[in-house]
Every structure is written in C-alpha cells, then in structure tokens.
C-alpha cells in the first residue's frame, strides 16, 4: 500500500476479511456505543451486558461479560492488529474516537471517526501501547469492576481474541503467500506483550501455521448453547494434540 491513510487501511482490512464490518463516520448514527463510555463506566457497561444475555443464552453476570468482552476485544484488535499486518501502519484505537455496534447480542462492528490517527510505521511498541495500554487494559479493569468475573479471565479473553484477530488475517485467500509472515507477526506480538496477555496462553506453531491455546475458559460451555472453544483450556489434551497433527497435515499438503 503506497500511501497508508484511515480510509485506505479501513478498505484493505475489510476487502481482505470479508466479514469485518469497520466504517469510518463524523456522527456515528443511533446503535453506536462509544467505546470511551464503555471501558471507563462500569454502571453502563453492566447495563450494555445485560441487555445482551437472552441473546447469549444465559442469566448469568459473570458469562455474559466475558463473552462480551471477548467480542469487543476481537473487533477492537482486527482494526488495530489489522492495520499492522496489512500496512505496517497503526489505526490508533483511542475509545474517544471509536464507538461500537451490536448484532446478535455480541459486538459486531466498528465505527471509527474521521479524527482517529495513524501512525505511519508502527512497531510493536505502539500498537501494544494504542491497543492494550491505552483501550483493552481499561476494558478488563471496568468490566472486573461491573460484575464478579475474574481479571485473570477477561485477560485470556483479551490473549484469545488478539489471536484470533492475526488468525482472520492468515485465513484470508488473498494472503495465503503470507501466511508464515502473519503466523511470525502473532508470535513476536504476544513475545512483546505484558505478561497478563504474554502468560494467558501460548501460540502454537506448525510449518507456516499457528492456533493459539489459551490456558482459561471463556465459559461459553455455560450458555445454553454449550458451546466449546477450539482453543479451550477444558478441552482435553489429546483433543489439542489432533489439532497440531490436522495443521500439520494440512501445512505439508
């Protein structure tokens, strides 16, 4: 990309992951959550939570937050981990400039405005500092504070969700030739990262391949749904382990 501003950034991220739904808007339009309300206002993001729990499937506090903030962190980190694989660029995440949408009870989309800045070449430093320091960091601390749901938890959330981002990237079609970069690119991420995301789990790396393993559960198994997570610490040993082997196969294929 020869010039790296917000508007072509936000089009090379949405083009390349074609469910990523990232708008940029001087006044986002009524739905919109203001992201500076919702990491610092614990009142308000119960509130926000509450109102997503039939949608969830639980009556549970505690379950409806993590999933939450498991979606948040995702859609917040495609925008920013996003712009460092596509352009070595930083879309700056401040929560003053970034509102989000809900579908389905979880958070579905980004509005950024025309004021959120770039950071031409952004190394690890700045997109840890603008994604994690300075926006996700306040996410856990106020959703810890809006209900009983542990900060060692809503961390792995955090871990979980960032590797999924790189993970969206690296199964684009369009960046197959660099998939072993995007894989190099999450390890040296979480190598980099404070210790409550660098120890939340670990990334697991096969040929130009990688799965993230997280070392908490998310409790999703808790909704009615009873879903499990692919990268779930209750999942059994051996369940992972034929994971890494289909990774492996599918790496030397």
């Known amino acids: 990309m020869a010039t790296a501003t917000l508007a072509t950034v936000v089009d090379d991220l949405t083009a390349t992951v074609d469910y990523l739904r990232v708008t940029i808007a001087a006044e986002p339009a009524d739905g919109w959550l203001g992201c500076d309300r919702l990491v610092a206002d614990a009142a308000h993001l119960a509130a926000v939570v509450a109102e997503t729990k039939a949608a969830r499937g ?48 979880r958070p579905n989309a980004v509005c950024l405005s025309p004021a959120t800045t770039m950071v031409p070449s952004a190394g690890l430093d700045t997109l840890h500092s603008a994604l994690i320091d300075r926006h ?20 792995g959330n955090v871990a979980a969700s960032c590797a999924a981002a790189f993970s969206a990237f690296a199964g684009s079609p369009s960046l197959v030739a660099r998939r ?22 670990v990334v697991v790396r096969v040929g130009d391949r990688f799965a993230w393993e997280r070392r908490s559960c998310c409790l999703w198994y808790r909704t009615d749904s009873g879903f499990m997570c692919e990268d779930c610490s209750l999942r059994p040993a051996a369940e992972h382990e034929a994971r890494d082997a289909t990774m492996a196969t599918e790496t030397a294929s």
């Open 136 to 155: 996700l960091a306040t996410m856990v601390d106020t959703a810890h504070a809006a209900c009983r749901v542990g900060a060692a938890l809503l961390w």
């Open 58 to 105: 639980t009556d549970r506090d505690d379950v409806a937050t993590s999933l939450f903030v498991q979606g948040y962190v995702f859609r917040i980190a495609t925008v920013a981990i996003g712009s460092w694989v596509m352009a070595d660029a930083g879309i700056d995440v401040d929560p003053a400039t970034t509102a989000i949408a809900l579908g389905r009870g």
């Open 180 to 201: 072993g970069e995007v894989a190099a690119r999450a390890e040296a991420f979480f190598a980099a990262a404070r210790p409550e995301v660098r120890d939340a789990g």
